[in-house]
């Protein structure tokens, strides 16, 4: 995928900076309503966002289930609640990048099951 257009990160535009991200937020899973426009689909693995598994059911990234997979998103910062304006709903996207960070360091320390 090195000529995806759709993922360019620039080096010389930002003054030499790697890893700077050009295009729309990656998500893995559906993404939010009417929201089609802001976000980019992408695989599980590529994605920078996390949606919410289905009620009963297992965060495929993670493994967590959905009540645990959200408390471990607020502790580690990676929460985030996307609304359009003068909507009452919005949807759940959680940093992957910070879960995991937050997920290692707890692994690291034995600490996996006080999320």
Do not use: W, Y
């Not at 930002?14 to 729309?24: A, E, F, P, V, Y």
């Not at 607020?74 to 959680?94: E, M, N, Q, Y």
């Amino acid at each position: 995928m090195s000529n995806d257009t759709h993922s360019k990160t620039s080096t010389a535009a930002k003054g030499g900076l790697l890893g700077i991200k050009t295009s729309r937020p990656s998500v893995a899973g559906n993404l939010p309503q009417g929201m089609e426009q802001r976000f980019e689909p992408a695989p599980i693995h590529e994605a920078e966002f996390l949606r919410l598994p289905s009620p009963k059911s297992r965060c495929r990234f993670t493994g967590l289930s959905r009540s645990g997979l959200v408390s471990a998103a607020k502790a580690a910062g990676a929460f985030i609640s996307a609304r359009l304006p003068g909507r009452v709903r919005g949807a759940v996207l959680i940093d992957k990048e910070k879960l995991s960070a937050f997920l290692r360091s707890k692994a690291g320390h034995g600490e996996g099951a006080d999320v």
